[in-house]
């Protein structure tokens, strides 16, 4: 775990997200006290139209963060601080079912700093939360 950037988790499962962009998915029982079963290597699947239902990889991105919202759309969001840009994937981490890119209008630019962080609202409508290393801006989660 030394190597783990951020942790979340949903009813009995964990992720763990790595440094090198890698997440881990444990999945326990509470009850049986049993060993939890992790999964290291994801094959990730793009489900966005247009795109190749073939297993794919990240290049080209530096994944920091990552957040679990409740149903009724469970779902995981990854922070890429490189795009920048905020992946989501359905519950399981298996499906990207869309990547979220900042939008600005004339009257806010995008921020000249790094987006250092992010938080999805767990209410509805959902807004999403950025920060610009010292400034915070929000708005609607738009897919």
């Known amino acids: ?38 999964k290291r290597t994801i094959s990730y699947t793009d489900l966005r139209t247009g795109q190749s239902n073939l297993p794919f990889g990240f290049s080209g991105v530096h994944l920091t963060q990552l957040q679990m919202v409740l149903p009724p759309d469970a779902s995981i969001y990854l922070l890429d601080t490189q795009g920048p840009g905020i992946y989501h994937f359905g519950l399981g981490l298996e499906t990207l079912n869309r990547v979220l890119r900042p939008r600005f209008n004339v009257d806010y630019e995008l921020p000249q700093g790094v987006l250092t962080a992010f938080a999805i609202s767990q209410g509805a409508p959902r807004m999403v939360i950025l920060a610009y290393v010292d400034q915070i801006y929000y708005g609607s989660l738009v897919y």
């Open 1 to 38: 775990l030394q190597e783990a950037s951020d942790i979340t988790a949903y009813d009995n499962q964990l992720y763990l997200l790595f440094q090198d962009g890698s997440v881990t998915q444990c999945i326990y029982d509470v009850y049986t006290g049993s060993p939890a079963d992790c």
